[in-house]
């Protein structure tokens, strides 16, 4: 079974550009989420869907982070305009369930860095 | 307010000594508890979790974890440690609100030989 997939791996942009990241969760896994994971800190969930619609995006700062899962299937996550303190690693993850009773499963994660 | 403590920034064990790393959790009521690995350049691997029932849980790679009520902890146990064990670990609570989960800041464990 194939796992998460995220791409790129890493980005290097400069403040104000805008960045786009992409992820492909386990096949027939309802629920994604979108984490940021800031350097020596644990993730912080930024937007959790379920099928293709938002169940929680409250910690997801909208005025520069959008985010979107058509079908149902692939996600992708956007950045305009990016600040230095967005540099982060992006992690995916996918769950058959929502909630912790279904294991999330993590993609390798994109590592962003803002100059 | 919701919270998860890894009170341990970093720990340093010798090859084939025994390891805990402690988890302190403060929620309303009995959450569902997981222990996550980070290798370098990796994302997070489930090492193990809690629902309910039996408080010792067993995981991959010879990890345990206990939870206790009484002191709002679950510590990750291994009784001897390998060198490839040197990674990030993370305690994650999901309060059974159907949503994503709560992070600590993670252990960073450094094996020496």
């Known amino acids: 079974e194939a796992g998460v997939a995220q791409s790129p791996r890493y980005k290097i942009i400069e403040k104000r550009q805008s960045v786009a990241f992409w992820c492909n969760p386990i096949?027939?896994?309802?629920?994604l989420y979108w984490y940021q994971q800031i350097l020596g800190q644990g993730p912080k969930l930024l937007i959790q869907?379920?099928?293709?619609?938002?169940?929680?995006d409250s910690q997801l700062p909208k005025d520069r982070f959008s985010a979107e899962r058509l079908k149902g299937v692939d996600s992708t996550l956007k950045i305009q305009p990016a600040k230095l303190e967005d540099s982060a690693v992006y992690l995916c993850?996918?769950?058959?369930?929502?909630?912790?009773?279904?294991?999330?499963?993590f993609g390798p994660g994109t590592r962003l860095t803002v100059t | 307010a919701q919270s998860v403590t890894q009170p341990d920034i970093h720990i340093t064990v010798s090859e084939g000594a025994s390891l805990e790393l402690r988890c302190n959790y403060s929620?309303?009521?009995?959450?569902?508890l997981f222990w996550y690995v980070q290798s370098p350049g990796q994302g997070l691997q489930l090492l193990l979790k809690?629902?309910?029932?039996?408080?010792l849980v067993q995981g991959i790679k010879g990890f345990e974890a206990e939870f206790k009520r009484s002191q709002s902890s679950f510590n990750l146990r291994k009784p001897s440690v390998h060198w490839s064990d040197a990674a990030e670990y993370f305690c994650?609570?999901?309060?059974?609100?159907?949503?994503?989960?709560?992070f600590g800041k993670g252990t960073s464990l450094l094996v020496t030989p």
């Open positions: 993850a996918s769950s058959a369930t929502a909630g912790g009773v279904g294991e999330q499963y």
């Open positions: 096949s027939g896994h309802a629920t």
């Open positions: 869907f379920q099928n293709n619609g938002v169940v929680d």
């Open positions: 929620y309303g009521a009995t959450p569902y």
């Open positions: 809690y629902f309910s029932g039996d408080t």
């Open positions: 994650a609570v999901d309060s059974n609100s159907g949503y994503a989960l709560n």
